[in-house]
C-alpha cells in the first residue's frame, strides 16, 4: 500500500480518477456526504482542496480531502489566557467499500496528519497557535480517535461551535498548540 498527497487543487486534478474507480456514492447512510458525478467536478475548480489518495497496486482505495489553507485567524479568552485558533476546512474519507473494516481509514487519518504536520513545518506556518479540523459523522470519529496535534471540531464551520469544542478540548483533555506540544517534546530529550 502507498499514498499520494496533493496540496491545494488535489480534488479536482484527481477527481477524474475518483469517479473511475466509483470513489463516490451518491448517499450514506450516516452522512451528509454527497456527490452528484455528473456536475460536480466544476465545483471544486478554484477550491483549495487537497486530497490524499491511498492506493493498492496503483489502484486507487481510499481518499481524504481536506482543506489545508488556514485562512482565518480567531481568538477568544478562556481561563484567563486569550487563544488563537485557525479552523481547517471540511475533512472527508472514504475508502471503497471491499477495503473497509480492516484499519485503512484510521491508518491513512494518522498519515493525513503526519503530512500536514510537515507541510506546516516546511512551509513555516504559525505553530503556536491551535489548529482544528471541522468534520462530521464517521469522519469526526476517525479524527477523535486519531488526531494527536490536530484537533477535531463536529461541524460543518460553525465558529461558535469551533469554540465550544476548542474549550472542552482544553478543559478536559489538555490541548495543546503544536508548539507547546514540540516544547514538551524537546524537554524529554
Ligand atoms: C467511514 C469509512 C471511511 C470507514 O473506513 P474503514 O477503513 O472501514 O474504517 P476503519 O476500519 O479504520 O474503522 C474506523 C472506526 O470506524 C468504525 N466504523 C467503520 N465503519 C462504520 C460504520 N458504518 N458505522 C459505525 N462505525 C463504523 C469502526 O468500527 C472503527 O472503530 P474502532 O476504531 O473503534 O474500531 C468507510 O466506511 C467509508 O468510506 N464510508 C463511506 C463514506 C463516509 O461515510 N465517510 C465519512 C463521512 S465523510
Sequence with gaps: MNYKIDFNTGFYDNFDVLKEHKMFEQK???STFKFDLRKNKERFKDKNISTLICFDNNKPIAWIRFDHE???NNSFQFN????NFSTLGMFMIYVLPEYRNKGLASK???MFEEELLQYYQA???NLNKYYLINAVDLAYDLLDKNLTYFIPSHTF????????DLKGHIRFRAAKTIQEQNEILELYK
Design 80 to 83: 484567563y489566557v486569550k487563544r
Design 28 to 30: 450514506y447512510q450516516y
Design 123 to 125: 512551509n513555516n506556518i
Design 108 to 110: 491513512i487519518t494518522k
Design 157 to 164: 464551520g460553525n465558529f461558535n461551535k469551533n469554540k465550544q
Design 70 to 72: 488556514e485562512n482565518n
